[in-house]
């Protein structure tokens, strides 16, 4: 008995807390410690940025003409998000570490024009795409706990960042995402150019010789609207398949075996960094 609760120790701890009031401990042992290998943190970051890319006005702000951080370093500029989103899921959105990371990034996006709708779309992309991804491809992993945790962590994370009017529910914020796709997705250059940076950097970190199957895999994850917006090829039935059956091993793998122990998007991610740096230096300047 012990050794079989030594090896569900997170799930069983998630199944004992409260969805709203504990969503800081289930979203890291969820996203971070069960969940959190970096392939896959980095296929659910790409999906999520280039579904941001899909509305103009965004992508206009980060592509800067070819010349933000997102398109001169893109690795750095991802895993120093990463890095960042990992410390207050480690630390919680409500210590001192977390809103730190939290105060850093909205330092590093101060001075660029984004509105209160533009900042509550970014945050619905990390919201939902944790279960939206695996729904796409007739997958569940999630419980019905997790996933409200993560909605109630992610909408605290919004207020700390400043974003008001935030939905107070799962199913009115689910709406309103889906509503503000409708209107506001469409094609630019900006966009595209990022999505291309951010395949490429996702497709880099895959042994060259897998580095087809990866890009294939990433396609597959995204739907087919958000494909076109871009002029992405669709990847073929045999493509599709494949993915679910890749994904769905993998959470069939975290349901058999053991639960991994602690660990963070922090470490995984800022391995660029000394150990507890100074996250005032994490990140490029303002005015980069």
Known sequence: MTLLADRRWARDEVARLDPERD??????????????????????????????????????????????????????RNDDTLMLFGEFMRSGHSSPRGRAAITRMNEIHARFP??????????ASLTFEQERIPRGLG?????????????????????????????????????WTRSYEASHWGYSDGGRAVVDAMIADFVSRV???????????????????????????????AVRKLARALVAGYFR???????????????????????????????FSPRG
């Not at 349901?255 to 994490?282: H, I, K, M, N, T």
């Open 253 to 283: 793998g975290r349901a058999l075996l053991p639960d991994p122990g602690e660990r963070s998007w922090a470490e995984a991610f800022g391995r660029a960094y000394p150990p507890q740096p100074d996250l005032s230096q994490v990140g």
């Open 114 to 123: 984004i509105d209160q709708d533009q900042m509550l779309y970014t945050l």
């Open 207 to 237: 042994p060259r010789a897998l580095a087809r199957p990866a890009r294939g895999l990433l396609l597959a994850a995204m739907e087919d609207d958000l494909l076109d917006v871009f002029g992405l090829e669709h990847p073929d039935a």
């Open 23 to 76: 969503n800081e401990r289930i979203a890291h042992l969820t996203a971070e410690v069960r969940y959190g290998d970096p392939l896959l943190v980095a296929l659910l970051y790409t999906v999520a940025f280039c579904r941001q890319m899909a509305v103009p006005s965004i992508a206009r702000v980060v592509h800067r003409g070819g010349a933000s951080p997102i398109m001169v370093a893109t690795r750095k």
């Open 139 to 175: 997958l569940d992993p999630l419980s019905e706990t997790e996933k409200l945790a993560n909605f109630y962590f992610w909408r605290e994370v919004g207020r700390l960042a400043g974003i008001e009017q935030r939905p107070e529910t799962y199913e009115a914020y689910w709406e």
